[in-house]
C-alpha cells in the first residue's frame, strides 16, 4: 500500500497536517537525550524524515527501518545530499522481526508507524530486545481528540482527506484506511498499558496540538534523574524545589 504512495508522501503528508507534522517531530527528538556515542533506529521510517532529525543531534550512528522498499528508495535518495550521510542507513526490515543483536540501541523511535503494524505487542517486545540496558522508546502517532473538536476531525479525516488526496495521487483506497487506523488504534492510557505489558517502564504520554497527535515514551529499565534533565519544565521545577530548601535553611539558621 506504501509503496503504491512513495512518490507523493512527503508532499501530502505535509499538505493535509498544513506542515504541522514537522514541528510534531522536532518535539519528540528535542524530547530525546541523545550522547555522541548513541545508536539509533527509525522503525517504519518511511521516507526518513525522522532519521533526517535524529541527525541534528549527531548520534554515532542512525539506522532507518520500513518494510517498503519504494518508501526507502525515497529515503535513500534524500540521504545522499545530507552531510552526515556516513552516519545514516536504511534497511528493508520487519517491526516484529527487527534483524539486530540484543541491546543494540540507545534510542527507538517511531513516528506515524506502529497503529500499522499487524502486532504491536510483538513489534514492541522486539524493540525492547533491542534497546540497550538504558535505552528509550519514543512513538509519535495521530490520534483523535478527546474533546469536541474530535467531532470536527473525524469528519475532516473521513471525507474531506481523502476526497482531496485522491484528486492529489489517485489513491483513494490508501487515504480511507488512513482514517479507519486512527480510530482502531488504542490510544493514551490504553497504549500506555500496552507498552507497560511488554516490560517498558515509566511510560507516558504527551498530547500534541489539542491531541491530533500523541508523544509515548517509555524507559526499558529504570529511568536515572540525568535522564530527565533534557525536560526544560523538570529543571525548573527542581531549581523552585531548591530555593524553597534554601529558604528553610536560612530561616533555621
Known amino acids: 500500500m506504501f509503496n503504491s504512495i512513495a512518490g507523493k508522501y ?24 541523545i550522547k555522541p556515542n548513541f545508536n539509533c533506529l527509525d522503525i517504519a521510517t518511511g521516507t526518513g524524515d525522522m532519521v533526517f532529525y535524529l541527525a541534528k ?20 535518495k534524500k ?18 522481526n527487527i534483524p539486530f543483536s540484543d541491546e543494540t540501541f540507545d534510542v527507538i523511535t517511531i513516528a506515524f508507524g506502529i497503529r500499522n503494524f499487524n502486532n504491536p505487542v510483538k513489534a514492541l517486545n522486539e524493540i525492547r530486545r533491542v534497546l540497550k540496558k538504558n535505552g528509550t522508546l519514543h512513538i509519535l502517532e495521530l490520534t483523535i481528540p478527546n474533546s469536541l473538536f474530535g467531532k470536527v476531525y473525524r469528519f475532516y479525516l473521513s471525507k474531506i ?8 495521487s489517485r489513491k483513494a483506497k490508501v487515504y480511507s484506511y488512513l482514517p479507519q487506523s486512527i480510530e482502531q488504534f488504542d490510544q493514551d492510557e490504553k497504549f500506555v498499558k500496552m507498552m507497560n505489558d511488554c516490560g517498558f517502564l515509566q511510560t507516558n504520554f504527551t498530547s500534541l496540538s489539542f491531541g491530533i497527535a500523541t508523544l509515548y515514551r517509555g524507559f526499558k529499565t ?32
Open 57 to 76: 543531534k549527531n548520534p554515532s550512528t542512525i539506522i532507518g527501518m520500513d518494510i517498503s522498499d519504494l518508501m526507502l528508495n525515497v529515503a535513500k
Open 161 to 168: 482527506m481523502p476526497f482531496l488526496a485522491n484528486i492529489i
Open 79 to 96: 540521504a545522499n545530499k545530507h552531510p552526515l550521510k556516513e552516519k545514516i542507513s536504511f534497511i528493508n526490515a520487519d517491526s516484529e
Open 10 to 33: 512527503d508532499f501530502i503528508g505535509h499538505f493535509f497536517s498544513l506542515g504541522i507534522d514537522k514541528t510534531w517531530r522536532k518535539k519528540t527528538i528535542n524530547s530525546i537525550k
Open 222 to 253: 529504570q529511568a536515572q534523574m540525568s535522564d530527565f534533565l533534557i525536560d526544560k519544565k523538570f529543571e525548573r521545577l527542581v531549581e523552585r524545589y531548591n530555593k524553597k530548601a534554601q529558604k528553610s535553611l536560612k530561616v533555621i539558621n
